[in-house]
């Protein structure tokens, strides 16, 4: 279980977000949706300690964030963050590889080389392993870097806008693949979407975030409403129930 | 990969026989410590300076700027001329040699730690204001000898212009075995930290995410930095053609010929090649100019050269993107 508690994030003398509490059970695929700069990233970087924490107290199952062990959560949740800049130059077998890091401290074994090769596999980069990950389309190197995450094999994975570049076949793929490791595996994935119509699709649970709070949170039906198109995202777009769920007509 | 490193031991072998054997006069039993102690010196000289590159090139994410581009050893000189400003060439020739050693160790791994320091605010990521940073430092300790210089006695200057150039031609024992004393350890424990390298050259939040974050890593890495550029000038003096003058591109030479003989984003393999490669431009290249071409250039000067131009083409293709 993630157990977020009265967390508080400034930034520049800036609320980034304000009292935030919120607590995950294990399994399920949880959207996190939002307008740009509500601060959707910023709960994501702070889970996963990319940034220190200021006020409040975030635990993963029995793990205390910022106080313990950086390779124990390494091994219990996985992030993969909106703008991931790979500073070397890798090859997309390799940078799949690293994923791994955190269970073998580079002697990789037995099952940490079949690790890889699933994921390669799931994400249709068998065939591009060998190239760079300068010579590969944007989505061939978001689905690289989604792949990295899953390799890490974690309880939790953190997937910030995964759907970046995709396309809809590579989308929906990767939603159905996310939906079947919550159900099947136990996995507890939590994701930022913009596409509102995948999070109604996909999710069990759809938190919104506005203005750094917690505005909605709930099952996909009940929390996309016209109210929140127009209360949070301040747009009038029309909402249709098609076979009991919610979507939004752009 | 193995038969690159086939080829590079091969090298490094054809260049050991090479400078033991060319040109060989006199008798052996004398010639074979002389010129052992001095291979000795250059490898040790060597597999420093190409370590320490690779660490700060990874640490730094970066692979134009190097320690010395830095001016690094343009720091050794400073320590120098501030010695003898204050001591006077009399008070500094009366210095023990071991005294002299570890001050000039423990001031530059101080120094160098705060110059570090001052460069990663700078902001890593941040390529152009990272070499600018760099490269302004430099130039600033470079201005800063030289105005000391200006105010010592000119015949106490000789003294640090004798003192300050790559001094490969004569050996002090015990200022080797200080140096391999200091450097050894420091060689073993940036080899330790290989695995932990690679993960840090993914960049802060991917390193972070697998459970590695940078700033331990790179505490570490620039401690071991400075131990490592400090030994190897200490036991030289700086590569460069010394003395104020331009800086050193001997490590981004040697780490560049690494990137491109052997091609991998492992520290495993790239550590052992730009070493390899370092000790064999060292002694082969020596060994060429004097022995062979019987040049009077100094080796480091054409390293300097061909260094200068790697930088510039380095520098000029990252611009275009
Ligand atoms: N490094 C920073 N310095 C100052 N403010 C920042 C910084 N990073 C983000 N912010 C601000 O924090 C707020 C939240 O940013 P965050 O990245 O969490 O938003 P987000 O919900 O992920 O947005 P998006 O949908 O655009 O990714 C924004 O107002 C942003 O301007
Ligand atoms: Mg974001």
């Not at chain 2, 006199?26 to 250059?42: H, N």
């Not at chain 2, 134009?64 to 001016?71: A, F, Q, Y």
């Not at chain 2, 250039?297 to 520098?315: A, C, D, K, M, Q």
Request: net charge positive; aromatic share 6%.
């Amino acid at each position: 279980m993630i157990e977020v508690k009265g967390v508080s994030h400034d930034m520049r003398g800036q609320a980034i977000l304000r009292d935030v509490s919120l607590s995950l059970p294990r399994g399920g695929v949880t959207a996190l949706i939002g307008p740009n700069g509500a601060g959707k990233s910023t709960l994501l970087s702070l889970i996963a300690r990319l940034q220190r924490l200021q006020r409040g107290r975030i635990t993963v199952d029995d793990l205390t964030v910022g106080a313990c062990a950086d390779r124990d959560l390494a091994r219990l949740l996985a992030i993969m963050p909106q703008s991931s800049a790979i500073s070397a130059r890798l090859r997309v077998g390799e940078l799949v590889g690293m994923g791994r890091y955190p269970w073998h401290g580079g002697r990789p074994g037995a099952a940490d080389h079949a690790a890889v090769e699933a994921a390669l596999a799931q994400f249709d980069l068998t065939g591009l392993r060998h190239r760079f990950l300068d010579e590969i389309s944007g989505g061939q190197r978001q689905r690289a870097l989604v792949a990295m995450a899953c390799a890490q094999g974690t309880d939790y994975l953190l997937l910030d806008e995964p759907l970046n570049n995709l396309d809809i076949a590579a989308s929906r793929q990767l939603m159905a693949l996310l939906r079947h490791m919550a159900r099947d595996q136990g996995k507890s994935i939590v994701i930022v979407l913009h596409d509102i119509n995948y999070a109604a699709g996909f999710a069990d649970r759809v938190i919104a975030l506005a203005g750094g709070r917690i505005v909605a949170d709930g099952p996909p039906a009940e929390v996309i409403t016209p109210g929140l198109l127009r209360g949070v995202f301040d747009t009038d777009a029309r909402i249709s129930v098609i076979d009991g769920r919610p979507v939004v007509v752009v | 990969m193995t038969d690159r490193f086939v080829l590079l031991a091969g090298l490094l072998i054809l260049s050991i026989l090479g400078f033991m054997t060319l040109g060989a006069e006199g008798s052996w039993s004398f010639l074979l410590p002389f010129r052992g102690a001095k291979l000795a010196a250059l490898m040790l000289v060597g597999c420093c300076l190409a370590t320490a590159t690779v660490l700060f090139q990874t640490i730094t994410g970066n692979r134009i700027l190097t320690p010395s581009v830095m001016g690094f050893d343009a720091l050794y000189v400073l320590v120098l001329t501030a010695l003898v400003f204050g001591l006077g060439a009399a008070g500094y020739a009366a210095l023990p040699g071991p005294l002299l050693f570890s001050l000039n160790m423990g001031v530059m791994t101080g120094a160098g730690l705060l110059l570090f320091a001052l460069l990663m605010r700078g902001g890593r990521g941040d390529m152009v204001r990272l070499v600018l940073t760099g490269i302004v430092l430099g130039l600033l300790i470079r201005a800063l000898t030289t105005f000391l210089q200006r105010m010592i006695d000119p015949s106490e200057f000789q003294t640090i212009q004798s003192a300050s150039f790559a001094r490969f031609t004569f050996v002090d024992r015990r200022l080797l075995a200080a140096t391999a004393l200091a450097a050894l350890p420091a060689l073993a424990l940036a080899w330790r930290m290989r695995f932990r390298l690679d993960v840090l050259a993914l960049g802060t939040e991917a390193a972070t995410g697998l459970g590695e974050p940078p700033r331990r890593g790179q505490r570490q890495a620039l401690v071991l930095i400075c131990v490592l550029v400090a030994a190897a000038t200490a036991l030289a003096g700086p590569v460069s053609t010394g003395f104020a003058g331009p800086s050193s591109f001997f490590g981004l030479v040697v780490v560049s010929l690494a990137h491109l003989v052997t091609p991998s984003p492992r520290h495993a393999v790239l550590l052992p090649s730009a070493a390899l490669i370092a000790c064999i431009v060292l002694i082969g290249g020596q060994t060429v100019m004097e022995r062979l071409l019987h040049l009077a250039t100094p080796l480091p000067v054409v390293i300097e050269l061909l260094g200068g131009l790697l930088f510039l083409f380095l520098l000029l293709r990252k611009a275009h993107g």
